[in-house]
């Protein structure tokens, strides 16, 4: 009995593993689609040099990005993309700053950049702050249901029907093995019922043959504890 359960909690204990790993293996791009800064943050005659970070990451330099009210528009595939990657679901202290030599750098915003931001079923999301930056991003694998929320896009990304596919196929081998694993205990209850059946009804089959004698020495064929 006991190293039944304990079978069956490894087993279930190795599934949710084998779930999480998925988790965690599918990391998501995040790449610039487009900026625009509304202020150069006054550098004296030089020329800016605008770099976006996310906390204990490398500075990404926007090379291009020289001027503010010119909307600079990336194609994603950029020397210098993508700009960071989400490992989970846990957000990241990023930001857009001005690198400076003497003094240090100005910061055009920075904010807690998070998976959830990206809600838009093409990947998009547009991160804008008053007079200083206005980008866009894009995530396509952020996207919680992209091929649910939006079936017109799943016939046309090959990749992503694919992506879908293998969490059907995950999520019914999981549910196929949990009713395997309730089927097999069903099972075993069943059969160590009715073996303890049998074994009772030889036990009291053995003090019906003694009890004639027992009634002579005024002993109960045990009362209530069988
Ligand atoms: C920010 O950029 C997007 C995309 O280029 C544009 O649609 C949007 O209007 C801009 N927002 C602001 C506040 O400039």
């Known amino acids: 009995?006991?190293?039944?359960?304990?079978?069956r909690v490894s087993l279930l204990l190795f599934l949710s593993y084998i779930t999480c790993f998925r988790e965690v293996v599918s990391t998501a791009v995040v790449t610039l689609q487009s900026v625009e800064i509304f202020t150069t943050h006054?550098?004296?005659?030089?020329?800016?040099?605008?770099?976006?970070?996310?906390?204990?990451?490398?500075?990404?330099?926007?090379?291009?990005?020289?001027?503010?009210?010119?909307?600079?528009?990336?194609?994603?595939?950029?020397?210098?993309?993508?700009?960071t990657e989400f490992p989970s679901n846990k957000c990241k202290r990023c930001g857009f700053y001005?690198?400076?030599?003497?003094?240090?750098?100005?910061?055009?915003?920075?904010?807690?950049?998070?998976?959830?931001?990206?809600?838009?079923?093409?990947?998009?999301?547009?991160?804008?702050i008053d007079n200083e930056v206005n980008a866009t991003f894009i995530c396509e694998e952020c996207v919680p249901h992209p091929h649910i929320a939006?079936?017109?896009?799943?016939?046309?990304?090959k990749d992503g029907g694919h992506g879908l596919h293998w969490v059907i196929v995950a999520?019914?081998?999981?549910?196929?093995?949990?009713l395997v694993i309730f089927g097999l205990a069903a099972a075993y209850k069943f059969w160590q019922k009715k073996k303890r059946q049998k074994e009772q009804a030889r036990f009291l089959k053995l003090f019906e043959d003694t009890d004639d004698i027992e009634d002579e020495l005024g002993i109960g064929p045990l009362g209530g504890s069988v």
């Open 1 to 7: 009995m006991r190293r039944g359960f304990n079978y």
């Open 42 to 83: 006054e550098f004296i005659g030089s020329d800016p040099t605008v770099y976006f970070n996310c906390k204990g990451e490398e500075k990404i330099i926007l090379p291009d990005l020289k001027k503010a009210h010119v909307l600079y528009a990336y194609k994603g595939q950029e020397s210098w993309q993508p700009l």
């Open 98 to 128: 001005a690198k400076h030599t003497i003094k240090s750098d100005d910061v055009f915003s920075e904010w807690e950049f998070c998976p959830s931001d990206f809600t838009r079923p093409d990947g998009k999301y547009i991160y804008s």
């Open 150 to 157: 939006d079936p017109d896009q799943a016939s046309k990304s």
């Open 171 to 178: 999520l019914i081998s999981i549910l196929a093995s949990i």
